[in-house]
């Protein structure tokens, strides 16, 4: 079954706590993408990958850092994370790029004390 | 940077009752897409408008990308409670073809 899945759903942290949320893709997809979501402001881009090795930011990076080693692979890293970064965040995936239709992951709800 | 803005943020309606959401963008899109997300879901993608003017349909569910391509809607005929999630419209960003720029979403609330 096509899809993208990321891992933890739902994860409840501190304020410094280094955490890595990871995203999966089996359908081959060179682009790929982080958004998070906030009440009111709908789905606002954190990074984007073209390809394997080529990453670039969004409207919001801030906080944030990504990898793409890997074509099916793009976890979103927050080094140090504070509760602003308390949000729903979703992984997505398409062929070419943003052009296309995006697949979207499950969502993972994190919470930063 | 492209801006997109989507109105209503949010639609009551009855059952049966239509229901429509407008998006506009601050520079000219390639195409615009349309996603739905389900309370507790993620969004999948429902359409992507690619010619001035252009209009598709699917179902009870109409879509019109406008003449100067900037602008889009989605009307839906005769809602149902199935109907009930918020809609976003998105557009490519500019020249880069990985930015990708989402409305504020539409929440629509249907009652039986």
């Known amino acids: 079954e096509a899809q993208v899945t990321q891992n933890p759903r739902y994860l409840i942290t501190v304020t410094g706590k280094k955490l890595t949320v990871t995203c999966s893709q089996n359908?081959?997809?060179?682009?790929m993408s982080w958004y998070r979501q906030d009440p009111g402001l709908g789905l606002r881009q954190i990074y984007y990958?073209?390809?394997?090795?080529?990453?670039d930011k969004g409207d919001v990076p801030e906080g944030y850092k990504v990898s793409r080693k890997e074509k099916r692979n793009f976890p979103l890293i927050l080094e140090s994370p504070s509760p602003n970064q308390t949000s729903l965040y979703f992984c997505?995936?398409?062929?070419?790029?943003?052009?296309?239709?995006?697949?979207f992951g499950p969502g993972t709800r994190l919470t930063v004390l | 940077g492209q801006q997109v803005m989507q109105i209503p943020q949010y639609q009551h309606v009855q059952e049966g009752e239509d229901f429509t959401t407008y998006c506009n963008s601050s520079?000219?899109?390639?195409?615009i897409q349309w996603y739905k997300q389900r309370p507790g879901g993620h969004p999948v993608f429902l359409i992507q408008?690619?010619?001035?003017?252009e209009v598709k349909k699917q179902k009870r569910l109409t879509f019109q990308f406008g003449e100067a391509k900037k602008n889009s809607s989605l009307h839906i005929t005769a809602t149902q409670t199935t109907d009930v999630g918020t809609y976003f419209c998105?557009?490519?960003?500019?020249?880069?073809?990985?930015?990708?720029?989402f409305g504020q979403g539409t929440i629509l609330t249907v009652h039986p």
């Open positions: 408008l690619v010619k001035s003017g």
């Open positions: 520079t000219t899109l390639s195409n």
């Open positions: 990958s073209m390809n394997v090795e080529v990453t």
């Open positions: 998105a557009g490519p960003g500019g020249t880069s073809y990985g930015k990708l720029t």
């Open positions: 359908m081959n997809h060179e682009y």
């Open positions: 997505a995936s398409a062929r070419g790029g943003a052009y296309n239709e995006q697949f």
